[in-house]
């Protein structure tokens, strides 16, 4: 006895799943890839508000200011008597003599990512035990606290190339204590 199977004819009805199938992996790789983005982001400007933080905590009794929100610092080099390497801090237009900016320290830090944010923002001040502004940062005493805050709007890629305008708020802080010099 011979069975014979019958093969319903579906053309095109493979080229649509497909479609389908496709559109859902391309949709969810590119939310993995877009929050990873995002996650690298917030690691860069906690990092950059820890190097701004650490710098003003070093030099509260320096002629160090805020500084504007162009600044940017500049790392340079030189070769110990003992042939270690030091690496320093300095501000492109002024010279290492005069030392940077908060401000120009925190953005030598992202790297160029402010361009992901909206509204970017650099505060620096001195902080109470809940991150609170409790004045300003060279005043801080020995072992108080000072604040650097980064804030903005963060602007997802694929919004900005569908054209949306959807945003998630940015508040990095990170604190130091003071070390008064």
């Known amino acids: 006895m011979t069975v014979t199977t019958r093969r319903h004819q579906r053309p095109g009805a493979t ?24 996650l690298f982001f917030l690691e860069v400007a906690e990092n950059a508000a820890r190097e701004g933080a650490r710098y003003a ?8 200011q805020v500084g504007a929100m162009s600044d940017v610092a500049s790392v340079q080099s030189t070769t110990l008597p003992q042939g270690s390497t030091k690496y320093y801090l300095y501000d492109d ?3 290492p003599a005069t030392p940077p900016s908060i401000r120009g320290v925190v953005n030598y830090f ?8 909206t509204a970017y923002d650099v505060q620096v001040y001195r902080a109470d035990v809940s991150g609170k502004n409790a004045g ?8 108080a606290d000072i604040a650097v805050q980064i804030t903005g709007s963060y602007q997802f890629m ?5 054209g949306f305008t959807g945003t998630v708020p940015i508040n990095v802080r990170v604190m130091m204590n003071s070390e008064a010099n």
């Open 93 to 95: 237009n002024l010279g």
């Open 57 to 64: 905590t070093v030099n509260t009794a320096r002629s160090v």
């Open 158 to 162: 694929a919004a900005k190339l569908l």
């Open 136 to 143: 300003v940062w060279n005043a801080t005493p020995f072992g």
């Open 110 to 117: 992202m790297r160029g990512r402010q361009g992901d944010v």
């Open 15 to 38: 080229a649509v799943e497909a479609a389908l199938v496709l559109t859902i992996t391309f949709l969810f790789i590119f939310g993995v890839f877009e929050y990873c983005r995002f």
